[in-house]
């Protein structure tokens, strides 16, 4: 059974919406008037501004080629927020679901899992969430190796601050126990599983796989929530300067 996550927990990227934009029939008349009205206001400072930005307005051509690019953009963010990445252990007895953002969305435990035991589990759990996490990393990566316009130096400025702040705490673990006591997982600070233990032996004999399933998303949601806000307490000092 595929367990769907109702939503993600902590801070993820807005939805990318629709991007359209058409250059104004009247875009060089309206330049035009505005190039006009220059001589009816006093030459001060603001008059200088005004009349630089009017000089250096772009065509109606430059306009139209920018706002390709922004749709480019936009049509490439959201196909990005669209993929989940999957992981399965090397047996295929757990299989993980992870969205763009890492936040577990979904866990399956195959029929097969009551035969691994409750290490046996932890283990595959864990090693399906590695390969998960491996897929979207490598997605990320050729998503940010995409050329969309461009990122400001400033902008490049804080996220390498702010990464670097999340790496030197990136060992922190929140914990979370399931909701039936049969197990406790916990994360570290970037949401990554970083341990699977369950508190009774042979727990797929006290349960069935599908409520452990369900069991272990809300748990790890939990741990997850707890890392999103922390993280975002780490970084929002360095993404506070970009105002």
Same mark, same amino acid.
Do not use: C, H
């Given at each position: 059974m595929f367990v769907p996550f109702p939503g993600v927990i902590g801070v993820a990227m807005s939805e990318a919406k629709p991007f359209a934009y058409e250059v104004p029939e009247d875009y060089e008349r309206f330049i035009e008037e505005g190039q006009a009205g220059l001589d009816k206001v006093p030459r001060n400072e603001n008059w200088e501004i005004a009349q630089r930005v009017?000089? /250096? &307005?772009?065509? @109606?051509?430059?306009?139209?080629?920018?706002?390709?690019?922004?749709a480019e953009a936009m049509s490439a963010l959201a196909e990005f927020q669209q993929v989940e990445h999957t992981g399965y252990d090397p047996e295929q007895h757990v299989k993980v679901v992870l969205d763009n953002t890492g936040r577990l969305s979904g866990i399956e435990l195959d029929a097969r899992a009551v035969r691994i035991g409750n290490n046996g589990i932890a283990a595959a759990f864990t090693a399906a969430w590695t /390969? &998960?996490?491996? @897929?979207?990393e490598e997605h990320a990566s050729a998503f940010a190796g995409r050329s969309v316009g461009g990122v400001a130096s400033e902008v490049e400025q804080v996220m390498r601050d702010a990464e670097a702040a999340l790496a030197a705490r990136e060992h922190e673990r929140f914990e979370q126990a399931t909701e039936d006591g049969l197990g406790r997982v916990a994360v570290n600070l970037r949401g990554r599983i970083s341990e699977v233990v369950f508190l009774q032996n042979n727990v797929l004999n006290l349960t069935d796989r599908h409520t452990l399933a369900e069991q272990l998303l809300a748990a790890v949601t939990a741990a997850q929530g707890a890392a999103a806000a922390a993280a975002d307490a780490v970084t929002a000092p360095y993404y506070h300067r970009l105002g």
């Open positions: 009017l000089a /250096e &307005a772009p065509s @109606r051509e430059e306009v139209a080629a920018a706002q390709r690019l922004a /390969e &998960a996490e491996t @897929r979207r």
